[in-house]
């Protein structure tokens, strides 16, 4: 029940006040109904914003270019802080189940929020 950022990069767009990020996410664990939390805030991170994300995009990220996506969707759930957002993870219509150990096809995905 663990999702960490395992690296980063952003942009800063000061005259429009925005900032660009990328993350990588690695999963761990098994998965909680309702979705793990993420933690922006996280020190080591240097993310220079205390606003939690307010656009974003997640999405699998092939190991290379001819790998086959797995077709899982993710949500991320706005948080009130950028440590208490939330990352569901959904295999068709159907949420992961409590407890499920997490799929091999989602331990690295590609979170991007252009807007912090």
Avoid: W
Wanted: proline fraction near 6%; charged fraction near 10%; glycine fraction near 12%.
């Amino acid at each position: 029940m663990s999702v960490s950022i395992t690296s980063q990069d952003f942009t800063d767009f000061t005259p429009g006040g925005t900032l660009r990020i990328y993350c990588t996410l690695t999963t761990s664990g098994t998965y909680t109904t309702g979705g793990d939390a993420i933690n922006f805030g996280a020190n080591g991170l240097n993310i220079p914003s205390e606003y939690p994300p307010n656009d974003y995009h997640v999405f699998e990220q092939g190991a290379t270019p001819s790998t086959v996506l797995s077709g899982y969707q993710y949500l991320y759930n706005i948080g009130s802080t950028q440590s208490n957002g939330q990352l569901q993870i959904f295999n068709g219509t159907a949420e992961l189940g409590n407890g499920q150990s997490y799929p091999a096809a989602t331990l690295k995905a590609v979170f991007s929020f252009p807007s912090l």
